[in-house]
C-alpha cells in the first residue's frame, strides 16, 4: 500500500492549552470558587499558572503513567490540573466526591494513585477516608496558604498555591506517544465495583475535536460555555479541551449547582450555552418559571446523561425560547456518542416534528461508527422500528477496563465493537432511540415496554415531579411495570388519574399496574435514577396484580 507522506505529529493535550494561549489569549475562564467569590483568568494567563503547576508536580517527583487524583468542583485550578497531569505524561484521574465512601476507597486504591488532589470543601471527606487509603498516597489542598484547611488527620497536607510559588511560568512539554494515557474515570455501573476507563491523548483531542464538529453552536470565539456537568464526570463531556481548541470562553459554577445559584451566574456572566444531566434542568427550569424569564444570552442547553424528558424540552424551547440539544453517551466513549443538533430543513419543521426528533438521542459524531445487533450478535436493520443491543466502535471508544481483565474480556463483540448495555433504535436517517438500558427494560408477556418512554410520558401528567418505571416479577406475564412517582409539592395526583393519562400516551398493555407514590427517588453519583437502589428498596412489593 503506498503510503501517505505526512509528517507524523503526535495528537497531544497541552497542544490545546498551548493553541488556546496563543490564538485566543483573551478568552475567559470565570469560576465561583469553594472559598467565596468570583475569579477570573484567561488562556493566556493560565497557561501560565499550569505550566509553573506542571514544574511543582515534577518537583514533587510525578513521574509518567503516575496516577495524579482530583476531588474537586468545576473551578480553575481542577481545570489547570487537566492539563499539567497530562502534559508530563502522568493520568489526571478525576474521581466523583458523591460515591459512597467505599466505592471511593476502592477506586483509589485499584488505580493506586500516588497524590490526590482536592477542594477545601472537601476535607472532612478526605481526613474520613484517609485510613483506608494508601499509605503513601500524598495530599494537596486546592487553596491558598491563608484558606488552608486545619492538618488534623491530614499531616504532611500540600497547599496547591505553594506548589506553584516560584516555579517558572512557560514549559517545553515532553514530546508523548499519543497514544499514552492521560486521563482515567471510573464508571460507577450498576453492579459490582466500579471500573476504570483509560483516555489517551489522542482519544481525548480527537473526542473534543469531533465534539466540536457535532455542535457548532455550542462554540466559537464570541461565545460563553457553562459546563454544570462536572470534571470530574467523564473529561466533563469533553468541554474542558473542546472550550479552549475552538476559544470559547468557560464559567466554572464551582461547589453552587441550585437553580438560583446557576441562574444568576448565567445572567451576570451572559452564558449562552451550558450542559449538564436533566435533574440539574428542573432546578433551573423552576428558577426561571419564577423569574419568568430565562438568563440573558441563554441560547442553548445540552442535556445528556439520561433521557431529556418531552416536558423538559417543550418547556425550554416553548417558554423561554431555548434551544435543546440532547446527546448520549457513555464514560466508556470519552463520553459523547450522538449530539441533537438538527439540519437547517430540520429546522424548519413544525414544532411539535422538532420536539419529535429532539426527544431522541440524536445521530452519531463524526468517527463514532454504530450498529444495533439482537440476542445472538446479528445486525439490525436501521430502520426505526428494530430494537437491539447497541455496539459503538471509535478512536474515543475504550477496548477496555484498567487493570480488570474480567470485564475487559467481556467488553467487545466478536468483531471488536463495544458492547454499550443499551437497548435502542437506530432511524433510517441516523437517529438513535434509547430504548432502555437492557437490564431495565420490562418483558411483558414476552413484549418488551420501555421504562424510558413510560417515565417520559409520566412526566408530562400533572402533578408529577419525579418518576421512574421498574419491572416487577408476575406469575401471568413474567414481569409488569411498575410506576413509582413523587408528587409536586402541594400536589396530591390520584392513582387512577395517573393511569388515565397514560392509557392515552401508550398502548393499553403498556400501562403500569400500579402507582406508588414516594416522597424522593434514588439518584447515582451522577444524578441519574438509581435504580438498583429502588429495587432493593421495593424488594418486597407486590403488585396487586400479582398477588
Ligand atoms: P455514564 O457512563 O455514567 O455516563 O452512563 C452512561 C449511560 O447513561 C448510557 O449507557 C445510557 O444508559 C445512559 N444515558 C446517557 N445519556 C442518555 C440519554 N440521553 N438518554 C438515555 N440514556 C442515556
Same mark, same amino acid.
Given at each position: 500500500m503506498l503510503k501517505g507522506m505526512m509528517l507524523d505529529r503526535p495528537l497531544s493535550i497541552p497542544a490545546i492549552i498551548d493553541y488556546a494561549a496563543e490564538v485566543h489569549p483573551n478568552a475567559e475562564i470565570v469560576s465561583v470558587t469553594v472559598e467565596g467569590g468570583i475569579h477570573r483568568t484567561n488562556y493566556k494567563d493560565i497557561r501560565k499558572r499550569i505550566a509553573s503547576l506542571a514544574h511543582g508536580l515534577l518537583a514533587l517527583g510525578v513521574k509518567p503513567s503516575d496516577r495524579v487524583a482530583t476531588l474537586a468542583w468545576n473551578g480553575y485550578r481542577h481545570f489547570e490540573l487537566y492539563y499539567a497531569i497530562s502534559g508530563i505524561g502522568a493520568v489526571c484521574h478525576t474521581i466523583n466526591p458523591r460515591l459512597f465512601p467505599e466505592q471511593l476507597a476502592y477506586i483509589v486504591n485499584h488505580a493506586q494513585d500516588s497524590l490526590l488532589f482536592f477542594d477545601i470543601t472537601f476535607a472532612p471527606l478526605v481526613t474520613g477516608l484517609r485510613p483506608k487509603l494508601p499509605s503513601n498516597l500524598k495530599y494537596v489542598a486546592m487553596t491558598g496558604r491563608e484558606t488552608m484547611p486545619a492538618?488534623? @488527620?491530614?499531616?504532611g497536607l500540600l497547599c496547591y498555591e505553594d506548589l506553584l510559588a516560584g516555579q517558572p511560568d512557560t514549559i517545553v512539554w515532553p514530546e508523548l506517544d499519543e497514544n499514552t494515557a492521560a486521563a482515567l474515570s471510573y464508571t460507577s455501573g450498576t453492579t459490582g465495583e466500579p471500573k476504570g476507563v483509560l483516555y489517551s491523548h489522542r482519544s481525548n483531542v480527537l473526542h473534543a475535536t469531533s465534539g466540536v464538529i457535532g455542535s /457548532?453552536? &455550542?462554540? @466559537? $470565539?464570541?461565545r460563553k460555555i457553562l459546563p454544570v456537568v462536572p470534571l470530574f464526570h467523564v473529561n466533563a463531556w469533553g468541554l474542558p479541551y473542546s472550550a479552549p481548541l475552538s476559544g470559547t470562553s468557560l464559567v466554572f459554577p464551582g461547589p453552587k449547582l441550585d437553580g438560583a445559584s446557576l441562574f444568576d451566574l448565567m445572567d451576570r456572566e451572559k452564558v449562552h450555552n451550558s450542559w449538564g444531566v436533566p435533574t440539574v434542568w428542573l432546578g433551573l427550569l423552576n428558577e426561571m418559571k419564577l423569574r419568568g424569564r430565562k438568563p440573558e444570552g441563554l441560547a442553548q442547553v445540552l442535556i445528556g446523561g439520561s433521557a431529556a424528558p418531552q416536558p423538559m424540552i417543550e418547556t425550554f424551547e416553548r417558554d423561554f425560547g431555548v434551544e435543546v440539544c440532547h446527546g448520549w453517551g457513555m464514560t466508556e466513549m $470519552? /463520553?459523547? @456518542?450522538t449530539l441533537g443538533t438538527l439540519t437547517p430543513e430540520m429546522e424548519q419543521l413544525s414544532f411539535e416534528e422538532r420536539i419529535a426528533l429532539k426527544v431522541r438521542q440524536g445521530r452519531r459524531l463524526f468517527m463514532v461508527e454504530m450498529k444495533i445487533v439482537d440476542e445472538n450478535g446479528k445486525e439490525l436493520p436501521k430502520d426505526g422500528e428494530a430494537f437491539g443491543e447497541l455496539c459503538v466502535r471509535g478512536p $474515543?471508544? &475504550?477496548s477496555g477496563y484498567y487493570n480488570n481483565e474480567a470485564a475487559t474480556a467481556q467488553a467487545l463483540d466478536a468483531e471488536g465493537w463495544f458492547r454499550t448495555g443499551d437497548v435502542a433504535k437506530i432511524t433510517p436517517d441516523g437517529f438513535l432511540q434509547i430504548v432502555d438500558r437492557t437490564k431495565d427494560l420490562v418483558k411483558s408477556g414476552g413484549e418488551w415496554i420501555s421504562s424510558i418512554d413510560l417515565e417520559n410520558a409520566a412526566l408530562g401528567c400533572p402533578g408529577v415531579a419525579h418518576c421512574a418505571v421498574l419491572a416487577m416479577p408476575h406469575p401471568r406475564w413474567g414481569e409488569r411495570p411498575l410506576l413509582v412517582v413523587v408528587p409536586k409539592p402541594d400536589a396530591k395526583p390520584a392513582k387512577e388519574d395517573i393511569l388515565t393519562y397514560l392509557s392515552t400516551k401508550v398502548a393499553s398493555w403498556q400501562v403500569p399496574d400500579d402507582v406508588l407514590f414516594v416522597e424522593s427517588i434514588p439518584l447515582t453519583?451522577? &444524578?441519574?435514577?438509581s435504580k438498583l437502589e429502588l429495587r432493593k428498596l421495593l424488594k418486597d412489593y407486590v403488585l396487586p396484580t400479582a398477588a
Amino acid at each position: 500500500m503506498l503510503k501517505g507522506m505526512m509528517l507524523d505529529r503526535p495528537l497531544s493535550i497541552p497542544a490545546i492549552i498551548d493553541y488556546a494561549a496563543e490564538v485566543h489569549p483573551n478568552a475567559e475562564i470565570v469560576s465561583v470558587t469553594v472559598e467565596g467569590g468570583i475569579h477570573r483568568t484567561n488562556y493566556k494567563d493560565i497557561r501560565k499558572r499550569i505550566a509553573s503547576l506542571a514544574h511543582g508536580l515534577l518537583a514533587l517527583g510525578v513521574k509518567p503513567s503516575d496516577r495524579v487524583a482530583t476531588l474537586a468542583w468545576n473551578g480553575y485550578r481542577h481545570f489547570e490540573l487537566y492539563y499539567a497531569i497530562s502534559g508530563i505524561g502522568a493520568v489526571c484521574h478525576t474521581i466523583n466526591p458523591r460515591l459512597f465512601p467505599e466505592q471511593l476507597a476502592y477506586i483509589v486504591n485499584h488505580a493506586q494513585d500516588s497524590l490526590l488532589f482536592f477542594d477545601i470543601t472537601f476535607a472532612p471527606l478526605v481526613t474520613g477516608l484517609r485510613p483506608k487509603l494508601p499509605s503513601n498516597l500524598k495530599y494537596v489542598a486546592m487553596t491558598g496558604r491563608e484558606t488552608m484547611p486545619a492538618q488534623d @488527620g491530614l499531616d504532611g497536607l500540600l497547599c496547591y498555591e505553594d506548589l506553584l510559588a516560584g516555579q517558572p511560568d512557560t514549559i517545553v512539554w515532553p514530546e508523548l506517544d499519543e497514544n499514552t494515557a492521560a486521563a482515567l474515570s471510573y464508571t460507577s455501573g450498576t453492579t459490582g465495583e466500579p471500573k476504570g476507563v483509560l483516555y489517551s491523548h489522542r482519544s481525548n483531542v480527537l473526542h473534543a475535536t469531533s465534539g466540536v464538529i457535532g455542535s /457548532p453552536r &455550542a462554540f @466559537g $470565539s464570541d461565545r460563553k460555555i457553562l459546563p454544570v456537568v462536572p470534571l470530574f464526570h467523564v473529561n466533563a463531556w469533553g468541554l474542558p479541551y473542546s472550550a479552549p481548541l475552538s476559544g470559547t470562553s468557560l464559567v466554572f459554577p464551582g461547589p453552587k449547582l441550585d437553580g438560583a445559584s446557576l441562574f444568576d451566574l448565567m445572567d451576570r456572566e451572559k452564558v449562552h450555552n451550558s450542559w449538564g444531566v436533566p435533574t440539574v434542568w428542573l432546578g433551573l427550569l423552576n428558577e426561571m418559571k419564577l423569574r419568568g424569564r430565562k438568563p440573558e444570552g441563554l441560547a442553548q442547553v445540552l442535556i445528556g446523561g439520561s433521557a431529556a424528558p418531552q416536558p423538559m424540552i417543550e418547556t425550554f424551547e416553548r417558554d423561554f425560547g431555548v434551544e435543546v440539544c440532547h446527546g448520549w453517551g457513555m464514560t466508556e466513549m $470519552s /463520553p459523547i @456518542g450522538t449530539l441533537g443538533t438538527l439540519t437547517p430543513e430540520m429546522e424548519q419543521l413544525s414544532f411539535e416534528e422538532r420536539i419529535a426528533l429532539k426527544v431522541r438521542q440524536g445521530r452519531r459524531l463524526f468517527m463514532v461508527e454504530m450498529k444495533i445487533v439482537d440476542e445472538n450478535g446479528k445486525e439490525l436493520p436501521k430502520d426505526g422500528e428494530a430494537f437491539g443491543e447497541l455496539c459503538v466502535r471509535g478512536p $474515543s471508544v &475504550a477496548s477496555g477496563y484498567y487493570n480488570n481483565e474480567a470485564a475487559t474480556a467481556q467488553a467487545l463483540d466478536a468483531e471488536g465493537w463495544f458492547r454499550t448495555g443499551d437497548v435502542a433504535k437506530i432511524t433510517p436517517d441516523g437517529f438513535l432511540q434509547i430504548v432502555d438500558r437492557t437490564k431495565d427494560l420490562v418483558k411483558s408477556g414476552g413484549e418488551w415496554i420501555s421504562s424510558i418512554d413510560l417515565e417520559n410520558a409520566a412526566l408530562g401528567c400533572p402533578g408529577v415531579a419525579h418518576c421512574a418505571v421498574l419491572a416487577m416479577p408476575h406469575p401471568r406475564w413474567g414481569e409488569r411495570p411498575l410506576l413509582v412517582v413523587v408528587p409536586k409539592p402541594d400536589a396530591k395526583p390520584a392513582k387512577e388519574d395517573i393511569l388515565t393519562y397514560l392509557s392515552t400516551k401508550v398502548a393499553s398493555w403498556q400501562v403500569p399496574d400500579d402507582v406508588l407514590f414516594v416522597e424522593s427517588i434514588p439518584l447515582t453519583a451522577t &444524578a441519574k435514577i438509581s435504580k438498583l437502589e429502588l429495587r432493593k428498596l421495593l424488594k418486597d412489593y407486590v403488585l396487586p396484580t400479582a398477588a
